[in-house]
């Protein structure tokens, strides 16, 4: 059996972790041949390929990033797609495709199987967090690792100026990255995509902090949305999924704390810093756990599904089940954090 890999998406540590646990158990136990295809579904579109096998993969537990390479493309949305995907998986003897992504990436792989019967077997990948059925997706606990780290930073520069601090993280429907961060790092306001915030509010807790001779921190992930505004976005383009370019919202947010309650604010947007570098101990443990797993679900012909962490147990859901709706943060989650605010 041949079978294809690839990486869609954004970038996130561990990627290249569930590729070694592919191919390394894929080669020894099953004796199965690997194809990799480059920059996610533009390598089938395109019939961009590269050898999968076990020197391929040597060394590259502890790298960031993926070495198939990534991108956002929508094969849905090309023309005649689908047509030349199966024209390029025929091409390359591919009998299944392990596919590596978030919501839009396996999305495009749920379709392929249910509606065009291509063998595909998913595993999830965001920093994000936000697929559902999965209690975590790799990747995440290193982005949660890396905005702690700076915001446990921040708070040295901030009260040596005595200066409200915004930071801004990733999260652009989900707000898990400001939540765990921000609830690790001791920040004093967290804002979050699932619950529009009151300026008034923000700037209530900034003043309450600085009366206790301390400096605020405040962190926002960059889909949050102020009660009476929209989005703050970078521009108005659209990449192939049709999602928006986010990333202003802590700029705006520490101008109006700044302007309303007269005390100095400054802004730092982590953004891709947060995707970079090595992959936590946990996030290579999980992501190659996932890889594993992928490649039983391969051999055992089940299709149509995406691997998924329940508790420590790796299961099989189908990934139609699993794009349909995002994790969001529960209403309860938020509220026990709140205590800390001000």
Same mark, same amino acid.
């Given at each position: ?40 579904? *533009? ?164 003043t309450s902090r600085f009366k206790a001779s301390y400096a605020p921190i405040v962190v926002v992930a960059e ?40 005390k100095e604010a400054r802004t730092t947007v982590l953004g891709h ?10 996030? *290579? ?58």
């Amino acid at each position: 059996m041949r079978v294809g890999v690839l990486t869609g998406g954004g970038d996130c540590p561990g990627l290249n972790a569930v590729i070694r646990g592919i191919v390394r158990k894929g080669v020894q136990e099953y004796g199965y041949e690997f194809t990799g295809f480059r920059d996610g579904w *533009r390598g089938p579109l395109d019939d961009d390929t590269v050898r999968l096998d076990i020197p391929a993969v040597r060394g590259i537990l502890p790298r960031g990033g993926t070495i198939l390479g990534s991108s956002r493309t929508n094969p849905l949305k090309a023309e005649d797609g689908v047509r030349r995907i199966r024209v390029t998986l025929a091409a390359h003897g591919v009998d299944a495709l392990i596919v590596i992504g978030g919501e839009d990436t396996l999305g495009v792989a749920a379709r392929l199987y249910d509606e065009f019967g291509v063998p595909c077997v998913g595993v999830p990948k965001t920093i994000d967090n936000d697929l559902s059925a999965t209690d975590y997706t790799f990747g995440f606990d290193t982005a949660v690792g890396i905005a702690t780290e700076a915001i446990d930073r921040l708070h040295t520069t901030a009260e040596s100026h005595m200066r409200v601090l915004v930071c801004e993280v990733m999260g652009r429907h989900a707000g898990w990255i400001a939540l765990h961060s921000g609830l690790a790092g001791g920040a004093n306001v967290i804002l979050i995509p699932e619950r529009r915030f009151d300026v008034e509010q923000v700037c209530a807790w900034v003043t309450s902090r600085f009366k206790a001779s301390y400096a605020p921190i405040v962190v926002v992930a960059e889909g949050a949305m102020p009660k009476d505004g929209d989005l703050v976005l970078k521009d108005g383009t659209l990449d192939s999924f049709g999602h928006v370019r986010l990333s202003g919202v802590g700029e705006w947010l520490a101008k109006e704390i700044e302007r309303r309650t007269g005390k100095e604010a400054r802004t730092t947007v982590l953004g891709h810093v947060q995707r970079g570098g090595t992959p936590s101990a946990f996030d *290579r443990w999980l992501a190659t756990r996932f890889g594993l797993h992928a490649i039983d679900a391969v051999r055992d012909g089940d299709f149509g599904k995406m691997v998924a962490l329940r508790g420590t147990d790796i299961v099989r859901v189908p990934i139609a089940e699993a794009t349909a709706q995002l994790k969001t943060v529960r209403p309860e989650l938020y509220e026990e954090v709140s205590v800390f605010f001000g």
